[in-house]
Every structure is written in C-alpha cells, then in structure tokens.
C-alpha cells in the first residue's frame, strides 16, 4: 500500500489520529492509496483475522490512521474524493 504501513503502535499514541475505517480490502487499498500519492503517510490497524479467507462487518475492519498533524488535510483529500466520485468524476 502507497504510504500505509501495517505495524503495530500503541493506543495511546497521541501523535496519530483515525480518520476512517475500511470494512475490506478494496476500500482499505483505495483509501491509503489516495493519501499516499498526496503524501499522507497512514498506519493500519487492522480487526481481519487471518485465518478466515473472508472479512464480514467489524470482524474484517482495519482503521487507518494519520499523524495527527496531517489529519485535516488527509480529511479534506477524503472528502474531495468522495463528492467527485458522487457525481460520477472518478
């Protein structure tokens, strides 16, 4: 994944902030793909586990999270993305 790494970090890090959750792979890949070629760097933390081929509501949920201090302008390049592809644009 573009700028998204998967390894573990502490809750209570203050640095990072959460800015969504993805529900499957192809959401999860999307997301951190759009920010990492804006140059937003994410972490992943995911609930998948991985002895079971399919993800199915929380059970399959990774939550991608930002430095604190990108996190307004990673919120912003996710809501540009997601009213252009509303109206079909993407």
């Known amino acids: ?7 573990k970090f502490p809750l209570d890090d203050d640095t990072w902030e959460k800015i969504h959750t993805a529900f499957n792979d192809a959401e999860l890949h999307l997301i951190t793909g759009i920010l990492g070629g804006e ?4 972490r992943i933390r995911s609930g998948r586990v991985s ?4 993800s199915h509501g929380a059970l399959g949920a990774a939550e991608i999270y930002v430095p604190k201090a990108d996190a307004p302008l990673a919120q912003r390049i996710l809501m540009v993305y997601r009213n252009r592809s509303s109206v079909g644009e993407v």
């Open 1 to 7: 994944m573009d700028g998204a790494s998967s390894v």
């Open 39 to 42: 140059g937003v760097e994410c």
């Open 51 to 54: 002895q079971l081929p399919f």
